[in-house]
């Protein structure tokens, strides 16, 4: 995959020597950021702890055979 990070200068001024590797690898970072931010929300909320809290605070019940009653 690549990114383009050209620019529309009202100067018609040319981005300065190397900083397009220095915007890639910040975009790149925050990307891996985004993801372990994502991830850990995940986990969280798919956790035994958040399901059983989600499970009482809807007041859902269920039968022995594991299907939802009421």
Known sequence: MTIDVTRDSPTGQAPAEGSEEIVVEALRDLARWL????EAEYDHL???EAVDE???INEYTFTDGGRRFG
């Open 46 to 48: 798919t956790s035994d």
């Open 54 to 56: 989600g499970i009482i």
């Open 35 to 38: 993801y372990r931010q994502l």
